[in-house]
């Protein structure tokens, strides 16, 4: 490849619903979809939800001459669920765990057993190095009491986080996945402005798809017009972002999307729309020297980063509102805990008394007995382990608690190296209906 | 400071043996920590094994003037008992979890109650940038049959991936920690050869400690003989590893260990001893320009490359030897489990015969149908946890043996850049005394 031409790298992403036994014509699908990849030969394939290590291997099967380079995200029993198919040699690759990802009880939700990660893979585009991400945060189910909001929360800080600090190494950068975030939500805000990630839809001036680029959409029919609710056409949840560097240039020819049926199919892919990105990536000649500040905090003008410290703070009192709730939680947790104990407690005391007055009657019928004491075990079994799961909860929120209240102090500390009298020094206000949190002088 | 002067830098570290109510004088040996680091006023504190928050938050408060800038690294129930405290700001920090840390069950050993992992915080030095990384690996408690060897390979690479991703930006990085692991051992090598960084102790001209530099000594009055047996002159597992980067030099000028004893008090600062290295920082002006390479690799000689390709195949090996052993217990529990469900089922039926046969007499005495009953859950639920946890154990060992593989690839790839007469071509063996485990060809 010449040194100067643009390499094109057309990047899909799909979230697969790939849950065996359970997703509606999962199998069907997954041939669709290997067909499908196999025809389109994108350079670049970003694959979340392949719940079953057999789907993946059926796929890097029939993806084996058209993909040769391939991954699959091993994580927790049931994995991470996210794959990378690619033209190009997989040098490195590196799975980060996020630390928090809804709660075990929540069963019908299911997200707690799917390790939901950000998958990393090192590629040689040409010259350039190519760091790609792929993830799946927490899905959102009630948009009007979103109990997971601070789990989703946590986990756009460490995606935004883990790009941030693995991708000074890398020439362009791209990142596709299900974020299960609106685009303006605070999440997403705080990805694309801490990191300098360009969202594919809004830079592209060539769209092929729904209106308003939307991924879940009234028409496929394995959506529920509730799933959507109150957004009649659909929403924006599922992204191809990507960033250059001082040493690379990259922007979005073209981005298309499904639009709920696959021509000559009953029924389309999967739950999702799939997005297929046009990248042109161009390497800059004369790259400035020595390290590439900007690459970290992309546009370190004063505006910027008075509004990046806005939505961290937004952020940090969302995570707050995490803690507060998870506190609470796990008093109840231990509050009941203690109730079965004293219910046991009792119980032995009662039929401990025949013992001393040794004429008395034993008051309990002995299955009686049992089952109460089997109760009170289950009451304190359960209430044991989730006082252990809210702790971790508890210190993993902390922990993105803490590493916040760094970056914003670091980030006053940036924006005391300009002249004061900017006009987006107000910008430090808390956000709008929000209980400004106190600025706690950094540790 | 001046741009040109070079940057001195004190670093410490301490493994704080801080198991409340276990560990001994735990309480006194912190308020003699703090003493002594007030006193010394190193320029970065990395502290291993802090596991109650209430130790940290007393060094924090003791610390607040001569160490202004400090994190708690939080994770899990326990936490991961790394704290870093710092005279210069911390601008960022990071996390990430190890995916393997022991068994539940070895509960004597208690590593995996604490979440073990590596620590990272973006440090301005002057005018350069320095990721200073926090780490405690697993421990070896028998060095002849080491149960717990794949386990530490693969926090060894973890850390090797998570410090060679993360750094691309910095000018030096500094490592300190609990390694767990002698100077030759297979993860120390990987560490090294794979990230570039030098041991202070082999690096610097001057120091004063233990003979060897052995950091876990029969002269310490909280290590029994039994630990460190057959060394009877202790073993170094405690490290300070340093790099820079074409940004900036860095070197050790002198390295001091504790020698099992502080003077004027009874017993000393843990069961570990203490390090400080004195390094130097020296940003190069006229630093080449772009990307920085070299740094991911630091001497990409074919030697050298040929090196790192027995060292992973090495790792690899160790790996799949821990995979075989995981793969064998998660049967073993698969099939208790299977026995303890007939158990139950053979129960189930005994008792229901007199259900049928109206006239039999109960063949049971309650008590013993209850117990044995009480036996056959407790067996079924005990080995549905360890298949969940050995299911989980299987799917990291072969997640880092996948990234192993691609990690060859790549390096295989690379050599094949250089003439093929070299002698390291040799080198392509694999070490002395194992079965050369196949080359896969990379996916």
Chains 1, 2 share one sequence.
């Not at 506190?327 to 805990?337: D, F, K, V």
Request: net charge negative; aromatic share 10%.
């Amino acid at each position: 490849m010449a040194n100067m031409d643009p390499i094109p790298v057309r990047v899909f992403s799909l979230n697969c619903w790939g849950i065996r036994y359970l997703s509606k014509y999962c199998s069907q699908r997954y041939h669709m979809i290997g067909d499908m990849l196999c025809k389109e030969k994108h350079d670049i394939v970003l694959l979340q939800e392949v719940w079953s290590e057999k789907d993946y291997l059926f796929l890097k099967k029939k993806l084996s001459c058209t993909h040769p380079y391939t991954h699959y995200f091993k994580s927790g029993v049931i994995g991470s669920g996210l794959a990378i198919f690619s033209k190009y040699r997989i040098h490195d690759t590196l799975l980060y765990r996020y630390s928090l990802n809804g709660y075990p009880y929540m069963a019908h939700h299911g997200d707690w057993f799917g390790g939901k990660a950000v998958g990393m893979a090192v590629l040689s585009l040409g010259n350039l190095t190519a760091n790609v991400y792929v993830t799946h945060l927490h899905a959102e189910y009630n948009r009007e009491k979103d109990s997971y909001l601070a789990h989703r929360v946590v986990q756009a800080w460490e995606l935004q986080q883990f790009i941030r600090h693995t991708s000074a190494g890398a020439d362009v950068v791209i990142l596709g996945g299900d974020l299960n975030m609106h685009p303006q939500d605070l999440g997403n805000r705080l990805l694309r402005s801490y990191t300098g990630l360009r969202d594919a839809y809004t830079e592209t001036a060539k769209f092929d798809g729904c209106e308003g680029g939307v991924t879940l959409i009234a028409d496929n029919p394995f959506i529920s017009k509730k799933e959507i609710f109150p957004f009649e056409k659909g929403i924006r949840i599922d992204y191809v972002l990507f960033k250059g560097s001082s040493r690379a240039e990259i922007r979005c020819d073209s981005l298309s999307t499904t639009k709920g049926s696959v021509a000559d199919s009953p029924f389309p892919y999967s739950d999702h729309e799939a997005l297929t990105a046009e990248l042109k990536l161009d390497s800059c000649v004369s790259a400035e020297a020595g390290k590439d500040e900007a690459f970290k905090t992309p546009d370190s003008s004063a505006g910027n980063l008075a509004e990046l410290v806005d939505i961290v703070t937004e952020a940090r009192t969302e995570v707050k509102v995490g803690l507060h709730c998870a506190e609470r939680m796990r008093y109840t947790a231990a509050r009941t805990g203690v109730m079965g104990l004293a219910l046991l407690f009792l119980e032995l005391v009662i039929a401990a008394v025949p013992w001393f007055a040794l004429g008395a009657e034993q008051p309990f019928p002995q299955t009686s007995f049992y089952l109460l004491a089997a109760l009170c075990f289950a009451i304190l079994l359960t209430t044991s382990l989730l006082y252990i799961f809210y702790t971790i909860e508890i210190k993993s929120l902390q922990g993105a608690e803490d590493q916040m209240r760094l970056a914003v102090g670091s980030l006053h500390e940036k924006l005391r190296g300009f002249p004061v009298t900017q006009p987006h020094s107000a910008s430090l206000r808390s956000p709008e209906g929000q209980d400004p949190p106190a600025l706690d002088p950094v540790e």
